[in-house]
């Protein structure tokens, strides 16, 4: 099962990902993994949340643009090359990894790392394959 990720477009203004992280909190919508990025005019935020559908309604009320997209979380094997593992077999089947990022808390020693790749069903049967260790629900509950 993968986990859902918010995707969230903000303008490119000092301030806007305050709010947007203000109004989450505010409703116990916790960030499990964040990452932002800008461009000239926009920037996008991608989140994995504690709860992603009530996020959504969230961020619909407020007036966001948002949407929804399935990601694979994966431990990374804590060892030289760990990061590797994950990437090598990835790139030998041909899956394009659009983005990465990581998780800010952790289940144990592993850091969690965020995919989102273009073909993710792909993904996940090529990591399972390679013992890539892949978090599915207990991300929310980080």
Known sequence: MAVKQISVLLGN???TLARLTNILDKEDITAKALLAASAAENSTVRMV???????????????????????LAAEVPLHPGGMNAILKPLAKEEVNIHYLY??????????IVILGVDKIDSAREILI?????????EIYSL
Do not use: C, M
Not at 49 to 71: C, H, K, M, W
Not at 129 to 137: A, F, K, P, V, Y
């Open 102 to 111: 990581t998780t800010i808390n952790r289940i144990g020693k592993e850091t």
């Open 13 to 15: 203004v000092p301030g």
């Open 49 to 71: 949340v504690n709860d992603p559908e009530r996020a959504a309604a969230i961020l619909e009320s407020f007036g966001f643009n948002y949407e929804i997209t399935p990601v």
């Open 129 to 137: 394959q390679n013992w890539i260790h892949l978090i599915e629900d």
